[in-house]
T-cell receptor, first 114, second 110 residues
Framework: SAVISQKPSRDICQRGTSLTIQCQVD?????MFWYRQQPGQSLTLIAT?????????ESGFVIDKFPISRPNLTFSTLTVSNMSPEDSSIYLC???????????FGEGSWLTVV | QKEVEQNSGPLSVPEGAIASLNCTYS??????FFWYRQYSGKSPELIMF????GDKEDGRFTAQLNKASQYVSLLIRDSQPSDSATYLC??????????FGKGTSLLVTP
């Protein structure tokens, strides 16, 4: 299975600031996905990131708030901009493993906004 | 709105029993179905996936899919206290962008 590393694993952020989360995969993948899991909730897809094209955002998520980069086939970043306490969540990167025809998640980035 | 529904639980079963976790989905175009386990403070861990109607077994786990009824389930045989976690059902109709249910909390009591 793909090995997915996320940084930071945890952070406490001040209201109004921005934080960039990194996702590194140990193999080349076509699609990478960013999810959010708010406290006590399930996972919600934020956007799909394909290398060489703009990310595709789900309803309720916008590029100005969650800009995404995908510079190559093994790396992506998600920025949470102008954070508020409502952004306190776990942010998870996931990738498809076409060989296994399934999907794996990184360890997640736990963000607390104060 | 494409919905994935799960009973939030908690579902409590004694050690050694069979735990049955259920999931229904609204999108008839759904093609792939996944079960993830999530321990508190951890990220989701893939347990199984299933694409075709019927049963798929992997060790103590069996996934069951009935597309006509839009229903997918996960059976855990010989449940252990270490199986206590939240189980997430996820569905996709194309590609690998998943639509998750809210999860079922399972408690296996010694």
């Amino acid at each position: 299975s793909a090995v997915i590393s996320q940084k930071p694993s945890r952070d406490i952020c001040q209201r109004g600031t921005s934080l960039t989360i990194q996702c590194q995969v140990d193999s080349q993948v076509t699609m990478m996905f960013w999810y959010r899991q708010q406290p006590g909730q399930s996972l919600t897809l934020i956007a799909t990131a394909n290398q060489g094209s703009e990310a595709t955002y789900e309803s309720g998520f916008v590029i100005d708030k969650f800009p995404i980069s995908r510079p190559n086939l093994t790396f992506s970043t998600l920025t949470v901009s102008n954070m508020s306490p409502e952004d306190s969540s776990i942010y998870l990167c996931s990738v498809e493993d076409t060989g296994a025809d399934t999907i794996y998640f990184g360890e997640g980035s736990w963000l607390t906004v104060v | 709105q494409k919905e994935v529904e799960q009973n939030s639980g908690p579902l409590s079963v004694p050690e050694g029993a069979i735990a049955s976790l259920n999931c229904t989905y609204s999108d008839r175009g759904s093609q792939s179905f996944f079960w993830y386990r999530q321990y508190s403070g951890k990220s989701p861990e893939l347990i199984m996936f299933i694409y075709s109607n019927g049963d798929k077994e992997d060790g103590r786990f069996t996934a069951q899919l009935n597309k006509a009824s839009q229903y997918v389930s996960l059976l855990i045989r010989d449940s252990q206290p270490s199986d206590s976690a939240t189980y997430l059902c996820a569905v996709t109709n194309s590609g690998y962008a998943l639509n998750f249910g809210k999860g079922t909390s399972l408690l296996v009591t010694p």
